[in-house]
């Protein structure tokens, strides 16, 4: 319909311990006049872990809670979790707008994690035994990033004492001192990978919506295509929301207030081409 609004979050991380949303009803004003909610990923975490009835419940929460609250949802897949749906990547404005969760970009998955070089052994692993001439269509690496991805246990995420979850979350995201390089590294290279990957299987898209490395931004990579990640509901850095209605891709800042997430101002504006 030509009013249609949609919006794009990813990262929410509902039922870790991390991420600010405890309740998934913390997020209803997010959803206030739109009509289609893309969940871009990291939704929640799927992967195998030592308390699986917990997983379980918070899955089915978030299968039953979005389609009651937003006239249509699409789950795109993530890194976490990597079997929640069938659709790993999603083509928006007739092709203008690549959505995707964004691990896809590296060939270990997460670059900074203890995980990494595993990840990068099973996923050479499989594309070694993949058809010569599947190993570069797009489909065929996301269908392997989420086989390894769903393959690789949960650390900090699974643990649900409070002071055990601290340090180990300190333990996997700051310790050894090498990870926070590998933190920064990733940092700088997502966008310019990103806007890679675009040129290669999307020629015409003009915006390319990832989340995965929590940090929110908006890059222009020289050939023109602009990046946007959408940020995390884990501190530190926070979360934006993507928004596309006739004629216009916007970028707001969402906003925590009294324990509601709400979208905030405009960050900025572009134009999308109507039919």
Same mark, same amino acid.
């Given at each position: 319909?030509?009013?249609?609004?949609?919006?794009? #979050?990813?990262?929410?991380?509902?039922?870790?311990? &991390?991420?600010?949303? @405890?309740?998934?009803?913390?997020?209803?004003?997010?959803?206030?006049?739109?009509?289609?909610?893309?969940?871009?990923?990291?939704? #929640?975490?799927?992967?195998?872990?030592?308390?699986?009835?917990?997983?379980? %419940? *918070? $899955?089915?929460?978030?299968?039953?809670?979005?389609?009651?609250?937003?006239?249509?949802?699409? /789950?795109?897949? @993530?890194?976490?979790?990597?079997?929640?749906?069938?659709?790993?990547?999603?083509?928006? &404005?007739?092709?203008?707008?690549?959505?995707?969760?964004?691990?896809?970009?590296?060939?270990?998955?997460?670059?900074?994690?203890?995980?990494?070089? #595993?990840?990068?052994?099973?996923?050479?692993? !499989? #594309? %070694?035994? &993949?058809?010569?001439?599947?190993?570069?269509?797009?489909?065929?690496?996301?269908?392997?990033?989420?086989?390894?991805?769903?393959?690789?246990?949960?650390?900090? !995420?699974?643990?649900?004492?409070?002071?055990?979850?601290?340090?180990?979350?300190?333990?996997?995201? %700051?310790?050894?001192?090498?990870?926070?390089?590998?933190?920064? !590294? %990733?940092?700088?290279?997502?966008?310019?990978?990103?806007?890679?990957? &675009?040129?290669?299987?999307?020629?015409?898209? $003009? /915006?390319?919506?990832?989340?995965?490395?929590?940090?929110?931004?908006?890059?222009?990579?020289?050939?023109?295509?602009?990046?946007?990640?959408?940020?995390?509901?884990?501190?530190?850095?926070?979360?934006? *929301?993507?928004?596309?209605?006739?004629?216009?891709?916007?970028?707001?800042?969402?906003?925590?207030? $009294? @324990?509601?997430?709400?979208?905030?101002?405009?960050?900025?504006?572009?134009?999308?081409?109507?039919?």
């Amino acid at each position: 319909m030509p009013g249609d609004v949609i919006r794009i #979050l990813s990262d929410i991380h509902f039922g870790d311990r &991390a991420s600010l949303v @405890g309740r998934l009803g913390q997020l209803r004003p997010l959803f206030d006049g739109i009509d289609r909610l893309v969940l871009n990923g990291d939704t #929640l975490d799927t992967r195998p872990g030592p308390n699986p009835e917990h997983s379980t %419940a *918070c $899955r089915d929460e978030v299968l039953d809670f979005f389609p009651r609250s937003v006239p249509t949802v699409t /789950y795109l897949t @993530g890194n976490h979790d990597a079997d929640l749906s069938p659709h790993h990547r999603l083509d928006l &404005a007739r092709g203008q707008v690549f959505v995707t969760h964004g691990d896809i970009v590296f060939e270990n998955i997460v670059p900074w994690s203890n995980d990494a070089a #595993l990840i990068g052994e099973r996923i050479a692993t !499989q #594309l %070694a035994a &993949a058809p010569a001439s599947e190993r570069e269509e797009l489909d065929r690496r996301l269908f392997i990033w989420r086989q390894v991805a769903a393959s690789i246990p949960q650390r900090h !995420q699974s643990e649900r004492h409070g002071l055990k979850h601290l340090m180990r979350y300190v333990a996997d995201t %700051a310790w050894p001192p090498t990870r926070v390089l590998r933190v920064l !590294q %990733a940092w700088r290279n997502e966008p310019r990978l990103a806007a890679a990957l &675009a040129r290669r299987h999307r020629p015409t898209a $003009r /915006y390319v919506v990832t989340g995965h490395i929590h940090r929110p931004g908006i890059w222009r990579d020289p050939n023109g295509v602009i990046v946007i990640n959408t940020g995390s509901y884990t501190p530190p850095l926070g979360a934006t *929301c993507v928004d596309l209605t006739p004629g216009r891709l916007l970028v707001r800042s969402v906003k925590r207030q $009294r @324990g509601e997430f709400r979208p905030g101002r405009v960050l900025a504006e572009f134009p999308l081409a109507e039919s």
